[in-house]
C-alpha cells in the first residue's frame, strides 16, 4: 500500500474531516459505486476479509505537538493517551467497549490510557457500520485485531529506527516499546508522530497476539460510555442541542397505507409555540417516509401539545385492515390441515416412520405480535445548511442512513453527514431508518435544525412488530424414545404471498431438523398488512419457545428425564454446522450448576430451555413457583453459553443477563390489532418487567477455541421454554400459547 499525503490531526479537525482527508487522498479507492469485495481487493485485504491499510496516513513534521493517526480506528497522544475508535452503534450492548478492547490488546496499550470514541460515519473508511443480528463481535474483530497489531508494528518501528536496532529485538507492554537489549524504553507517546510517518505493515507480516498471551480481553473491564452514563452526559440522540432548534412531532395514519386528505392546519398554526404544520406526502415506503402530518415549534412540549390537538381526516382506502384475532383465529384452523403449500425441508420418509412409531406426540403452539419498546423515542435531528445536510441518529445502522439521504436530497456522498449517537436501547428497532428520513424530510422545508421525537404512543402504534406465528409439531417416538420423523407445519405471514414478512421464515435444515432422519417440515403464508421486522433474537426469539416446549413434550411421553432426553437428542450427529458436543457441554454444565433433579417444595420446579444461535449454544435452566394466584415467579436461572473466547467479560454478562431478564419479559407481552390498528400504545398496557421482578441470573461461559460468536441476543429465546417448562412441571397445564395471561397466569 502506498503512503499518502499527510494528515494533521489537531482538537481543530473534527472526527468526519480528519476522515474526509483520507478518503480525498486515495480516491481510486473509494469509488461510489466500489462494492466491499473490490474495496477489499484494492486495500490488500480481501483473502482476510479486512479494511486497514488505506487509513495509515504518515504525519506532517510540523505536526509534532499534535496527535498523530496511526490508522482509522486509532490515534496517539503527546502525552500517549491512544484514542481508539470503535466502528459499531453502541446501544447498550457493550460494542463500543468489546471492539475497542480489541484493538488495546493488539496495540498492547495500557487500558488506563485508552480513550474509546465513537467512530465517525463513513463505511468509505471503515467498512460498513451496521449492528443487527449479534454481528459485530463475530464480522469485526478480525478487522479490529488486524489494524491494532499494524498500529503496534508501526510504533516497534518507530522506536528501532531511533535506536537503530532490529524490530525484532524491542518488545511492548502497556504502551511502551522496550528494547531487550540494553533496557531502553520510549513510550507510545514519544513515538508517535515518528510512526505515522512510516509506510504501513504489509498485512501479511502482522504477528498477531495469541489467546494464550492475552492480557485485556476476558476480563471485566467498566463500559466505556459508563462514567458519562452516570453523571448524565448527553450521549443519546435525544440529548442532541443545536443553536436556534426547532423541534417537530410526525403524526401518520393510524392503519399502515393511509394517507392524510386534509387536517386543522389553522387551528394548529395558532397554537403557542408553533411554527409550521404541513402535510409531508412521503414516499409510501414504511422504512422512508409514509404520508403524515408534521408539527414544527420552538420546543418537543409544544410539538407534542399541538399534536393532541390535530385532527386529521385520513384517507384509508389503502390502508391496513389486519385483525390479530381473525388471522389467529384462521391460522390455528390451518395449521390443523398438518401439511402446507410451500415445503421448506423434506429428508427420508416420514410415513412409515410414523406408521411403526411406538409413541405420536402432536401439539400446537402460536406466539403474539410483540412491539420493541425502546426506552428512549424514536428520534432524529436534521440540518440543512451551507449546501449539505447534517444527521443525528440513534439508529444501529448509520451508514444506510447515510445511504437513503443521499437518494431522497440528490446530495452526494461528501453533502450528507451523519453523526452517530448513543442508542437508547435498539433491539432491531432501530435498523429501520423511518424516523430518520421523516426528520431529513421536515428539515428540507425549514431554515433551521429540527429535532423530531416520537412519542410512546408513535412508537408502539407505528412499529416493525415481531411477527406472530404458529406451528403445529407432530413427532413419532421409538420404544427408546427416540425421535425418528418430525412433522412441522409453520404458519406465517406475508405482505405479497410471495415470501414471509421479515423475521417471519424457516430455514431449511432449520434446527431441529438438522438432527432427525424423517423431516416433513411445510410452510402457509396468510395475508398481511402491517410491516413486520426483526426484533431481538429474530425468528428464535418465539420459535424456541414453541420448539423446546414440545420437544418436553415429547419426553414425557417417552417417560424420560427432560435432561437425559435431551442430552441424547442434542448428541445426535447433525452433520455440518452442528457440534453436538458443545451442545451437550452446555447443557450437563447447566445441570451441574442448577443441580437438575434435587428435591424442591411443594410449587417449585426446574424447567430447561435450550437453543443453538448466533454461532453459539446456549442452554438455561430457570427455577420456578407458581401460586395459588397462578402468579409465575422465577427464584433464580442458570445460563450457560459457548460462544467462543470472551471478549468484555462484563459486557458478556450483562448481555446473558439483559437477554434472560427481556426474554422472561415477554411471555407477558403482546400486540393485538384491529382494523389495521394497534391497541396497545403504551406502558400501561404493555407492562415490561419491573425491577422487584429481575432475578438472578448465574452466568458460566464454557470459553471454546473457536472464532468468537454473537452474545447480545442468542441467551434470550431459552428463558421462555425454561419457564413454559417449570409451569408444566409444577401445574401440569402446558403452555402452549402466549401471554401467559391467556391462561390466566401472571408474572
Avoid at 390441515?337 to 405420536?360: E, L, N, R
Wanted: aromatic share 8%.
Amino acid at each position: 500500500m502506498n503512503a499518502v499525503s499527510p494528515v494533521v490531526a489537531s482538537p481543530e479537525i473534527s472526527d468526519h474531516e480528519i476522515m474526509r482527508r483520507l478518503q480525498e487522498q486515495s480516491p481510486q479507492n473509494f469509488g461510489p459505486k466500489l462494492g466491499r469485495r473490490g474495496f477489499l481487493a484494492l486495500t490488500g485485504m480481501a483473502g482476510a476479509g479486512l479494511v486497514l491499510g488505506y487509513a495509515m496516513v504518515p504525519q506532517s513534521a510540523q505536526a509534532a505537538a499534535a496527535d498523530s493517526v496511526l490508522n482509522a480506528f486509532v490515534r496517539i497522544t503527546p502525552d500517549g493517551y491512544a484514542i481508539v475508535y470503535s466502528k459499531s452503534p453502541e446501544m447498550g450492548q457493550g460494542i463500543k467497549t468489546g471492539l475497542a478492547m480489541i484493538i488495546a490488546e493488539q496495540l498492547d496499550a495500557d487500558w488506563d490510557k485508552v480513550r474509546v470514541e465513537q467512530a465517525p460515519i463513513n463505511p468509505r473508511v471503515f467498512g460498513e457500520q451496521f449492528t443487527n443480528g449479534s454481528r459485530s463481535i463475530r464480522e469485526y474483530s478480525d478487522q479490529c485485531h488486524q489494524v491494532g497489531a499494524a498500529a503496534r508494528a508501526m510504533l516497534v518501528q518507530a522506536a528501532a529506527q531511533q535506536w537503530g536496532v532490529a524490530p525484532a529485538e524491542c518488545t511492548t507492554y502497556a504502551s511502551i516499546v522496550t528494547h531487550s537489549g540494553t533496557g531502553r524504553k520510549l513510550s507510545y507517546g514519544e513515538l508517535a508522530v515518528k510512526a505515522a510517518t512510516l509506510t504501513p505493515p504489509d498485512p501479511k507480516t502482522l504477528a498477531l497476539k495469541k489467546r494464550a498471551d492475552w492480557k485485556l480481553l476476558g476480563t471485566r473491564k467498566s463500559g466505556a460510555d459508563n462514567p458519562k452514563l452516570v453523571a448524565g452526559e448527553p450521549l443519546f440522540g435525544i440529548d442532541t442541542q443545536l443553536p436556534n432548534m426547532l423541534y417537530a412531532s410526525y403524526t401518520k395514519c393510524p392503519a399502515q397505507g393511509g394517507v392524510p386528505a386534509s387536517f386543522n392546519v389553522d387551528d394548529i398554526k395558532k397554537l403557542p409555540g408553533v411554527k409550521d404544520a404541513f402535510i409531508v406526502p412521503g414516499d409510501g415506503d414504511p422504512e422512508s417516509v409514509l404520508p403524515g402530518v408534521a408539527i414544527v415549534a420552538t420546543s418537543t412540549w409544544y410539538a407534542l401539545q399541538a399534536k393532541k390537538k390535530l385532527v386529521v381526516q385520513w384517507d384509508e382506502t389503502k390502508g391496513a385492515k389486519d385483525s390479530s384475532i381473525a388471522t389467529e383465529t384462521l391460522a390455528l384452523e390451518t395449521a390443523k390441515q398438518t401439511m402446507g403449500k410451500d415445503v421448506i425441508t423434506a429428508t427420508g420418509d416420514v410415513a412409515p416412520a410414523f406408521a411403526s412409531a411406538a409413541h405420536v406426540v402432536e401439539a400446537t403452539y402460536s406466539v403474539p405480535f410483540l412491539a420493541h419498546a425502546n426506552i428512549e423515542p424514536q428520534n432524529t435531528t436534521a440540518w440543512f445548511h451551507d449546501g449539505l445536510v447534517e444527521v443525528w441518529a440513534p439508529s444501529q445502522g448509520c451508514d444506510k442512513a447515510q445511504e437513503m439521504t443521499m437518494k431522497m436530497t440528490g446530495l452526494p456522498y461528501e453533502k450528507v453527514v451523519v453523526h452517530q449517537t448513543r442508542l437508547g436501547t435498539g433491539f432491531g428497532r432501530r435498523g429501520h431508518q423511518d424516523p430518520t428520513m421523516e426528520a431529513v424530510a421536515i428539515a428540507q422545508k425549514m431554515n433551521a435544525p429540527v429535532k423530531l421525537t416520537w412519542n410512546r404512543e408513535d412508537d408502539m402504534g407505528h412499529d416493525w412488530y415481531r411477527p406472530a406465528a404458529v406451528n403445529y409439531f407432530k413427532a413419532a417416538l421409538d420404544a427408546k424414545g427416540k425421535v425418528t420423523a418430525w412433522q412441522n407445519h409453520f404458519v406465517t405471514l406475508s405482505h405479497d404471498g410471495k415470501k414471509p414478512v421479515i423475521a417471519g421464515q424457516l430455514n431449511k435444515g432449520e434446527f431441529p431438523a438438522n438432527l432427525i432422519a424423517n423431516v416433513n417440515v411445510t410452510q402457509t403464508m396468510l395475508p398481511w398488512g402491517t410491516k413486520c421486522g426483526t426484533w431481538r433474537a429474530p425468528r428464535s426469539n418465539g420459535l424456541v419457545f414453541q420448539l423446546q416446549g414440545f420437544l418436553h413434550e415429547c419426553a414425557i411421553a417417552a417417560k424420560r428425564d427432560h435432561l437425559d432426553f435431551l442430552i441424547d437428542f442434542l448428541g445426535s450427529d447433525g452433520g455440518k454446522g452442528w457440534e453436538a458436543d458443545r451442545a451437550v457441554a452446555v447443557l450437563k454444565t447447566a445441570a451441574e450448576k442448577a443441580r437438575w433433579g434435587r428435591k424442591l417444595p411443594k410449587g417449585r420446579a426446574l424447567g430447561i430451555g435450550y437453543h443453538p444461535g448466533n454461532g453459539g449454544y446456549i442452554a438455561e435452566i430457570a427455577e420456578v413457583s407458581v401460586d395459588a394466584k397462578k402468579k409465575v415467579t422465577v427464584h433464580q436461572v442458570w445460563a450457560v453459553a459457548d460462544a467462543g473466547p470472551v471478549i468484555s467479560l462484563s459486557g458478556a454478562e450483562g448481555q446473558v443477563v439483559g437477554s434472560v431478564l427481556d426474554g422472561f419479559s415477554t411471555m407477558g407481552l403482546n400486540v393485538d390489532f384491529e382494523n389495521g390498528r394497534a391497541k396497545q400504545q403504551n406502558f400501561g398496557e404493555y407492562p415490561l418487567l419491573r425491577m422487584p421482578q429481575a432475578f438472578p441470573v448465574d452466568v458460566t461461559f464454557i470459553q471454546s477455541d473457536i472464532h468468537p460468536q454473537g452474545l447480545g441476543e442468542p441467551a434470550l429465546p431459552p428463558i421462555l421454554a425454561a419457564v413454559g417448562n417449570a409451569i408444566f412441571s409444577i401445574t401440569g397445564e402446558r403452555i402452549r400459547t402466549l401471554p401467559l395471561s391467556k391462561h390466566g397466569y401472571s408474572i
